[in-house]
Structures are given as structure tokens and as C-alpha cells.
């Protein structure tokens, strides 16, 4: 039996933006996905939460499941990318997210980068961090139709990275703040068509593009004031980072009202992903009583923490 460990991916600077060549700042963290793989007499990936339940039939590359369509289309996309990079392996595997599917903390990217490591695991291949990300890269492609490398990457790499496209490179970021509150929003649409939305818009007002300059322009800025540990400079640029994905359509009033009556207990938030609801970065002023009116408002959360390493097996 492999066990994987696929960490989730924080966007904190820079989401949409980084569709259009501008950079992004996004960090890995300790809550994500966890893959078992263990040989067997034919392929099943099973997991709990998304109530997904998968049958891959090696002879003709295709698949008999149950279970939450969008999840299913990244299992068998990176079943097949797996297989045709390290071969036919007839193995069962369980996945555990410690996020619900679809709400913005890259659970399709660490699912991804998760199953492709498990798969080479179990055939005993050691993979290295960058081919994961682009293996894994191309199953939010095929599945997605247009995803940047930003959260394949982050998962396969570990830590805070700051990501360029056109072409790909990144760079670690020697970030000293660390954690972070995810409120963890209902979301409304899904990535790949709010990035359409957003696309549409761009095509539509020329102005966008100095929007898009504005966002590049924040995370250059915040890139020194991670590093330099300054969290009221980060989080005010959490703040304008938020109101200019807001220009983009992209904030919801919910995201707004919240972060007004969070205000005392955060340096500043923002969404953190594709947006409309979905998850929301808070960078905690004071943390104890920000979890209280959390729970006190019934908005669900997530406490996590950068975790420097990328997907490994545990
Ligand atoms: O909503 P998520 O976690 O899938 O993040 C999307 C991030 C975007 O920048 C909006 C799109 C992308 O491919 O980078």
C-alpha cells in the first residue's frame, strides 16, 4: 500500500490576472488531498466525500463510474495521462480530500498532481516535482479546456511560488507568514466558466487590461512584503488585489459584507481563486476571536499553514 499526500493551493495574489501573463503569487498548504494506492486485479479509484465510485478498463482506455461528474473527468483524464507515461497499472485507489470538491482550493489540481504521483509510486517510478506539475498541468487542460500551470505546479512543488506563464518559470518565495483562515463560501459556477466570463469581459472593455497591469503591479509589491514579514502591508494588498478581482466580476456582496464585519480580527482577505463565493484568505489579526465569529456565524473554515513540500508519498 502507497500512500500520497497532494497539498491544496492557496491563491494569494494574482488569480485571473495570471491567465492573461501577469504574474501570481499561490502557496501550498497542509490540508489537501491524500491518495492510497495499492495493485490489483483491475482499476477502482474510490473516495469518500465526493461519492465517487470509478472503474478503469485498461483494454479500452475508458472508464464505468458513479458519482460527481466533474471530479470523475480529472480521475480519468489522469488515469489515462499516468498510463500512457508509466504504463499499464491495475491498482485500487482511495482518495480523501480534506476540502469539498469544487470550492476553489485547487482540489482538481491536487487530485491531479495526487494520483498521477500514486500511480508512479505504486509502480515504484520516482517522479520529479516539475514533471508532475506538467503531467499534471495536462489534465486541467484536457479537462478544463484553458487552466494555467499555477496550482498543478504549486501542489507538485510545495511552498509559496511566485508563477509566470508564457513561457512557465517560477520562483520561491521565502515567505514568513505562514497561516492563514480559509471561510469557505457556497460557490457559484464553476472555475472554467467564470474564467470564461471574465475572458468575455476583456474582449469586450479595452480598460480590463489596466486592470489586469493593476493586479500584476500588486503582486510584484506584495512579493517584498511576504518576505519581509510586513502582514499590514500584505493584507491591505490582499484588499486592493480583492476590489480589483471585484472590477472583474468576480466578488460577490457575500465576500464584501464578510470581510466588512471581519475587519477587527484580519489584516485583510480576499477570494482566492476563480471567486464568486468559493474560498475567501484571511490573514488573521487575531485569530482565537476570528475562528469565534466564524463559528458564531456559521460560516465553515479551514485554519491552514504553508507547507514548504510538495506532492510526496507519507
Ligand atoms: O478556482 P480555482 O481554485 O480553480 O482557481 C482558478 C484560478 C484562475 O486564475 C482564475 C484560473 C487559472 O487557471 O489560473
Redesign the pocket.
Known amino acids: 500500500m502507497f500512500r500520497v499526500f497532494a497539498p491544496g493551493?492557496v491563491?494569494l495574489f494574482g488569480?485571473?490576472a495570471?491567465?492573461y501573463g501577469r504574474p501570481?503569487i499561490a502557496a501550498a498548504v497542509n490540508k489537501g488531498i491524500e491518495v492510497l494506492c495499492e495493485k490489483s486485479d483491475k482499476t477502482i479509484v474510490r473516495t469518500g466525500k465526493a461519492y465517487v465510485d470509478l472503474e478503469y478498463i485498461h483494454d479500452v482506455g475508458t472508464a464505468l463510474a458513479r458519482g460527481h461528474e466533474r471530479f470523475l473527468s480529472y480521475a480519468i483524464s489522469a488515469l489515462k495521462i499516468a498510463e500512457s507515461s508509466f504504463g499499464v497499472l491495475k491498482a485500487s485507489f482511495e482518495i480523501k480530500s480534506d476540502f469539498p470538491p469544487s470550492i476553489?482550493?485547487?482540489t482538481?489540481?491536487s487530485v491531479s498532481v495526487g494520483l498521477l504521483k500514486a500511480y508512479a509510486a505504486c509502480l515504484g517510478i520516482e517522479i520529479a516535482p516539475e514533471e508532475l506539475a506538467k503531467l499534471a498541468h495536462k489534465v486541467e487542460l484536457e479537462v478544463q479546456g484553458?487552466?494555467?500551470p499555477?496550482?498543478t505546479a504549486v501542489s507538485a512543488i510545495g511552498g509559496v511560488l511566485r508563477i509566470e506563464t508564457n513561457p512557465f518559470r517560477y520562483r520561491r518565495v521565502n515567505s514568513s507568514i505562514n497561516d492563514f483562515i480559509l471561510a469557505l463560501l457556497p460557490r457559484r459556477g464553476l472555475?472554467k466558466d467564470?474564467?470564461a466570463d471574465v475572458k468575455a469581459l476583456k474582449a469586450r472593455r479595452r480598460s480590463v487590461d489596466a486592470i489586469m497591469d493593476a493586479i500584476g503591479r500588486v503582486v510584484d509589491e506584495a512579493e517584498s512584503c511576504l518576505e519581509s514579514g510586513d502582514l499590514v502591508c500584505v493584507g491591505e494588498l490582499m484588499e486592493i488585489n480583492n476590489w480589483l478581482l471585484g472590477a472583474l466580476g468576480v466578488v460577490g456582496y457575500d465576500v464584501i459584507t464578510m470581510l466588512r464585519y471581519l475587519k477587527p480580527y484580519i489584516y485583510g482577505g480576499k477570494i482566492?481563486?476563480?471567486?464568486r463565493g468559493?474560498?475567501v484568505v484571511l490573514l488573521p489579526r487575531r485569530k482565537e476571536e476570528l475562528k469565534e465569529v466564524l463559528l458564531a456565524t456559521d460560516v465553515p473554515f479551514v485554519e491552514v499553514k504553508v507547507e514548504a513540500a510538495g506532492a510526496r508519498a507519507i
Open positions: 493551493v491563491k488569480e485571473h495570471v491567465v501570481a476553489g482550493a485547487a482538481s489540481a484553458a487552466a494555467s499555477m496550482d472555475t467564470i474564467v482566492s481563486g476563480a471567486g468559493g474560498v
